[in-house]
């Protein structure tokens, strides 16, 4: 019985490798179109939190992850459960529809500290999959408490992808509350 039990696991452990063939490499290109991100310096530990509207879309941040085009694919929490020593957020949407997008900052947790703290943001747009992203708007705020929301910029596409000339703008607009 042991002799018919080890000759299966023989056969199975031969036969394991062709179950399922390793898959081919394919070349990887980087999601969206429309790229918005922000970054702030990794020795303070802040959790600062992106939100992004894309027109007619729903407001997308760390309560809500993903809309019909944005999607937030890196919440930073600071310092806490982060394995690289950057601290850094990133939106990306699928398509570029013509409109105004709106991108903010929020101070979530900033506990025990009263420096100010330095954010860039930055929204890139890329028309085609295969093209490198263009820069399109550069913000640097400063936030100074927790729980504080800054507009870094609203801009407005056309229906080429292009910014529209003399659209950008820091008018406030709340998002973490829908937008209202």
Same mark, same amino acid.
């Given at each position: 019985m042991t002799r018919n039990l080890s000759i299966l696991g023989a056969v199975v452990l031969l036969l394991l490798p062709h179950? %399922?063939?390793?898959?081919? !490499?394919?070349?990887?290109? $980087?999601?969206?179109?429309?790229?918005?991100?922000?970054?702030?310096?990794?020795?303070?530990?802040?959790?600062?939190?992106?939100?992004?509207?894309?027109?007619?879309?729903?407001?997308?941040?760390?309560?809500?992850?993903?809309g019909t085009i944005f999607n937030l694919l890196r919440d930073d929490l600071g310092h806490s459960y982060d394995v690289t020593e950057i601290n850094y957020e990133v939106s990306y949407s699928r398509g570029v529809p013509a409109g105004e997008y709106t991108a903010n900052v %929020?101070?979530?947790?900033? !506990?025990?500290?009263?420096? $100010?703290?330095?954010?860039?943001v930055v929204a890139s747009v890329k028309n085609d999959i295969q093209d490198s992203a263009k820069q399109l708007v550069v913000a640097k705020l400063v936030l100074g408490r927790q729980?504080?929301?800054?507009?870094?910029?609203r801009f407005t596409l056309d229906a080429d992808g292009g910014l529209v000339p003399g659209s950008v703008h820091n008018l406030q607009r709340g998002l973490r509350t829908g937008g209202k």
């Open positions: 179950l %399922h063939p390793p898959l081919e !490499a394919k070349e990887a290109t $980087p999601p969206g179109n429309v790229v918005i991100e922000i970054i702030w310096p990794a020795e303070i530990d802040a959790d600062v939190d992106l939100w992004v509207e894309a027109p007619g879309d729903v407001p997308v941040g760390y309560s809500n992850k993903g %929020h101070l979530f947790r900033f !506990a025990g500290q009263t420096a $100010p703290l330095p954010v860039t729980g504080e929301e800054i507009t870094a910029f």
